[in-house]
């Protein structure tokens, strides 16, 4: 077995081990795990594993942090193996591999094939089935949030795969035109390529993020700016106006420093908590196959604080 790949089954048989011995009590048993870089902050874990117990589940839920396990991206494809392998339920899929883990996988679900990004694969009968919860999590939380708001021009921070779900949810919420900016331009246009195949609505993309400021009604950070690990602002402060809502896909801090300045402007602002709450409820259905409560998983994400 190659170096890489030892040390992915290595690392994540060992987290299950850890898991195990904390782990005790009747009822069904679901194993799940969330793949990412610098994870530690997450409250997956207490919204997942409290939900199961409140349902009799033994639920487990095991961060495979790429930084603390110290495993190349290339382990990515030999995690999810290992993962299938140990009897995982699944796995959440988070930054930066939410693209990358397709080709692991053996079949897309119709949202996660449209906008080519999965957060959430299922394990079930020899299949790795990719789904996004992202999108669907997004626009629940914008609809109960942003009454209101004008939909007429938004402009899209990101284009990675956060940026591809919130594109996606833009749209079927009714967006009448997509303005979007990455420092990766072939990034940004693959995007616009991709949403455009499923939309009718224009969707440009812009050179910096001051082309289409004066036309935004509304701006959505999906870059990781703004995580603990990547402080700061994704467009240069000055640009932001009262007239904007802004929204923010980042909820660790739960306050970013882009909603921070535009609360302090008067902005309607959304943070990314209501997205990943939202997005956990699908994901926990998926996993488990049975109903979760909203309103009891988003008093989990609180209490995990």
Known sequence: MPSAAYDAVHALQRLVDEGAAKSGGAGRSVLVGLVGRSIQASRSPIMHEREGARLGIRYRYVLIDFDELTLPDEALGDVVAAAEGLGFAGLNVTYPFKQAVIPSLTRLADVSRLIGAVNTVVFSSGERIGHNTDSGGF????????????????????????????????????????????????????LAMTLRDGSAKPIEVLTSPEAGIDRASGI??????????????????????????????????????????????????????????????????????????????????????
């Not at 942003?146 to 990101?158: H, K, N, W």
């Not at 801090?253 to 943070?271: D, I, K, M, S």
Request: overall charge negative; glycine content about 10%.
């Open 220 to 305: 959505v950070n999906t870059t990781p700016i703004g995580m603990t690990k990547h402080p700061g602002l994704p467009l240069p402060a000055e640009l932001l106006t009262a007239r904007h809502w802004v929204a923010e896909v980042v909820y660790v801090p739960a306050e970013t420093e882009l909603v921070r300045r535009a609360r302090a402007l008067g902005c309607h602002t959304l943070t990314g908590t209501g997205m990943a709450i939202q997005q956990a409820v699908l994901s926990f259905e998926l996993f488990a196959g049975v109903a979760a409560d909203r309103a009891t998983m988003s008093a989990h994400f609180e209490a995990a604080a």
């Open 139 to 190: 626009a629940d939380s914008f609809a109960a949030n942003m009454a209101g708001c004008s939909l007429r021009s938004v402009l899209q921070l990101g284009a990675g795969g956060a940026g591809m779900a919130v594109g996606h949810a833009l749209l079927t919420l009714g967006a009448g035109e997509l303005l979007v900016f990455d420092t990766d331009r072939q990034r940004a246009q693959h």
